[in-house]
């Protein structure tokens, strides 16, 4: 039986120290979260009416679409740019501009989304801007910080701190910061010790995995038991199941086999260890983007990167290949993991029982069929692989290219 504290016991002070190396790095209050995606419920239930259509990219996590509905929204397909898969405001129709309650953004890989563009678009409209940097931690758009642009932004870190657990809400208005921090608590499932030994204990184990040369049993082992949740790139959507959460109307318990995905201990309280860990991890996040961006130059300079790529995408490379599915396996054979693909498009995945359709779907169905997001630690090794198995470039459309 699990062993039960009770929710946030011995947390508050661990989560100021969290808050304030988060603030100092974005100017701007943060509200700690166990994971970037119930931060993103949180915001999204502040800043949305129910029943709202929200904006947000067709390639993304699918994860994401579900936290958008669980929190009684509508996701409305944004057109992108087929060369870094960015969202491109001047694709979408004024009427489809009109119809909307706010603007999600994704940063993909890290590469910037035009917030300079969409804040002003959402002032006009008098909609909020919620920041999705889960990819973009460190990252800039016309010289300012990515997440100091909305009226919210969430943080992942998971992603570059490679915590496995936590994020951060980061608000414009620091008077929002008490209610937000409520409606947190109030989402938190209590601190669970057996869960907290499990954290602990992981990298050990993950270590221990590697050195036997076990991942790939270990993987076979899971999806032999069904334990697996993504048969492939994107979880089973279950239809049936979802019309029926949806019929229950917003909340995260009816949408929790969704959201969980990935992550089960999203909505956590954190114990000791998870936080002195993240902490420690987060401290020293300037010499990890430091190496990222070496590696994002590297894999910015060679024939795979799309010719008219202008952010610095720091958290992944998005490689465009012709062959992308080849270059994955080729990558895979010498003991490189492909993550953070997203294809299909979540219009393509979803239907339109879901989600509005983008307008534009081609570019993003052409950029996520090629996209091959590349971690920009491994450049060099990417780079050889890709070079060795004739990886050719893909064209993009209009180009030659398909
Ligand atoms: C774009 C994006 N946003 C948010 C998340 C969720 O982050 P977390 O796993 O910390 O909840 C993910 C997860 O991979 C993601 O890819």
Not at 23 to 35: A, D, F, H
Not at 294 to 303: C, D, K, W
Not at 305 to 317: D, I, N, T
Request: glycine share 10%; net charge positive; proline share 9%.
């Amino acid at each position: 039986m699990a062993v039960r504290e009770a929710p946030g016991a011995g947390c508050p002070t661990s989560y100021a120290a969290l808050e304030s190396l988060m603030r100092r790095r974005l100017g701007r209050e943060c509200l700690y979260v166990p994971s970037c995606r119930l931060g993103l419920y949180v915001a999204l239930r502040h800043w949305c009416p129910p029943g709202g259509r929200v904006l947000m990219s067709p390639v993304n996590d699918d994860v994401i679409m579900f936290v958008v509905l669980a929190a009684g929204l509508r996701p409305v397909q944004a057109p992108l740019n087929a060369s870094d898969g960015s969202i491109d405001p001047a694709a979408l129709p004024e009427s489809h501009w009109r119809g909307l309650s706010a603007v999600l953004t994704t940063n993909l890989y890290g590469n910037p989304d035009p917030a300079p563009e969409l804040r002003a678009r959402c002032d006009a409209l008098g909609i909020p801007l919620i920041e999705d940097a889960a990819h973009a931690i460190g990252g800039t758009v016309a010289g300012r910080a990515v997440g100091t642009f909305g009226d919210a932004a969430v943080f992942s870190l998971s992603k570059h701190v490679g915590a496995k657990t936590g994020g951060f809400v980061a608000v414009a208005d620091p008077a929002l910061v008490p209610e937000l921090t409520a409606a947190r608590d109030a989402l938190l499932a209590p601190a669970r010790l057996t869960a907290e030994l499990a954290y602990a204990l992981r990298p050990y184990a993950e270590a221990g995995v590697r050195g036997l040369r076990l991942a790939r049993a270990a993987r076979g082992l899971l999806r032999a038991v069904g334990a697996e949740e993504r048969p492939g790139i994107r979880m089973e959507l279950r239809p049936g199941e979802l019309k029926e959460a949806l019929a229950g109307g917003p909340g995260l318990g009816g949408f929790d086999s969704w959201v969980r995905v990935d992550m089960h201990r999203y909505r956590l309280t954190p114990g000791r260890a998870r936080l002195r860990r993240t902490e420690r991890l987060l401290s020293g996040l300037d010499p990890l983007l430091a190496a990222h961006r070496a590696g994002t130059e590297r894999l910015l300079a060679t024939r795979w990167a799309a010719p008219s790529s202008q952010g610095r995408p720091l958290f992944r490379v998005p490689l465009l290949v012709a062959d992308r599915d080849a270059a994955v396996a080729a990558l895979a054979r010498h003991r490189i993991t492909t993550g953070y693909l997203y294809d299909p498009p979540l219009d393509v995945y979803a239907g339109d029982l879901f989600t509005d359709a983008s307008p534009r779907p081609g570019p993003a169905a052409w950029f996520a069929r090629h996209a091959l997001p590349a971690d920009p630690l491994r450049a060099r090794q990417v780079i050889a692989v890709l070079d060795e198995s004739g990886a050719e470039p893909a064209l993009p459309p209009g180009h030659g290219g398909d």
